[in-house]
C-alpha cells in the first residue's frame, strides 16, 4: 500500500497570508488527524477527521481550520498567518490502533 | 492535561542497550506509542501498548506499567542509525479509538562509535 503524502513538500508565504495543505491517506483508512511541530512546542495535535467530520480537536484558534472529502483526502487551511505559525505540519492517517505519519509540509511565514 | 515527561537527551555507544524513560499522568489512558523520528523526517510508528508488560519486536522492546504511570524503550545492540529523536505519545482519556495523541518533547538520542 502506497503511504500517506502530504502537499505541498516546502512552503514560504508572508504575514496575513492563507495557506492551504493537503493529505491523502493511506488506502482503507477513514481517520486523518493533523499536528503541528516546532522546536519549542514539540508536536502538538491540531484536529481530526473521519468520514467527513471533525473529531476531535486541540488547543489552537480558528485560523487553523480543516475538512476532509469522501474519498479521506483532507485538507487544512491557517488563514491570517502569523510568524509563529512557521512549522512542520504533519497529516497522520489511522488504521486500527496505529497512526501513520506524512512526510510533512515544512511551512515558512515571513 | 496529560503531561508526559522524557529525558531531553542521552548518549549511548554503538552496539550497548539503551533504556528511555517516559512517565504521564495517571489521571486516565488510553493507550501509549513510541514514534522514532530522524532529523527532518516524519516520526515512525515504533510500539503500542494499552497493557501491562513488556512488548518485545526485534531490536526493540516497550514496556509499560499502567499503575505507576510508567513507559519505557529499550533498543538494544544500538547501531548508529538509531541516532534520532524517540517520541512518547498517550491518547488521552475520553478520546476512545481516536487519532488524537498527546506527545512528550522527545528524547534525542545520539550513537556513538
Known amino acids: 500500500k502506497a503511504g500517506v503524502t502530504q502537499t505541498p513538500r516546502y512552503l514560504i508565504k508572508t504575514r496575513g497570508q492563507q495557506v492551504t495543505l493537503s493529505c491523502s491517506p493511506i488506502?482503507?483508512?477513514?481517520?486523518v488527524s493533523w499536528y503541528q511541530q516546532t522546536p519549542g512546542q514539540g508536536l502538538q495535535f491540531l484536529f481530526e477527521?473521519?468520514?467527513?467530520?471533525?473529531?476531535n480537536k486541540g488547543n489552537f484558534p480558528g485560523r487553523f481550520s480543516g475538512r476532509q472529502f469522501s474519498n479521506s483526502r483532507s485538507e487544512m487551511n491557517v488563514s491570517t498567518l502569523e510568524l509563529g505559525d512557521s512549522a512542520l505540519y504533519l497529516c497522520a492517517s489511522k488504521g486500527e490502533e496505529t497512526q501513520y505519519f506524512g512526510p510533512g509540509t515544512r511551512l515558512l511565514v515571513l | 492535561g496529560q503531561n508526559i515527561d522524557q529525558p531531553t537527551e542521552m548518549t549511548a555507544t554503538e552496539g550497548a542497550i539503551v533504556q528511555i524513560n517516559c512517565t504521564y499522568q495517571?489521571?486516565?489512558?488510553?493507550?501509549l506509542f513510541w514514534y522514532q523520528q530522524h532529523a527532518g523526517e516524519a516520526p515512525t510508528f515504533l510500539s503500542y501498548?494499552?497493557?501491562?508488560g513488556l512488548e518485545e519486536k526485534g531490536r526493540f522492546s516497550s514496556f509499560l506499567s499502567r499503575s505507576k504511570g510508567y513507559s519505557y524503550l529499550l533498543l538494544k545492540e544500538l547501531q548508529m542509525k538509531d541516532s534520532a529523536s524517540y517520541l512518547c505519545a498517550v491518547r488521552p482519556p475520553g478520546s476512545g479509538n481516536t487519532g488524537k495523541l498527546i506527545f512528550g518533547q522527545g528524547t534525542t538520542l545520539q550513537v556513538k562509535p
Open positions: 488506502s482503507g483508512h477513514r481517520s
Open positions: 495517571t489521571s486516565g489512558f488510553n493507550g
Open positions: 477527521y473521519f468520514s467527513e467530520t471533525q473529531r
Open positions: 501498548n494499552v497493557l501491562d
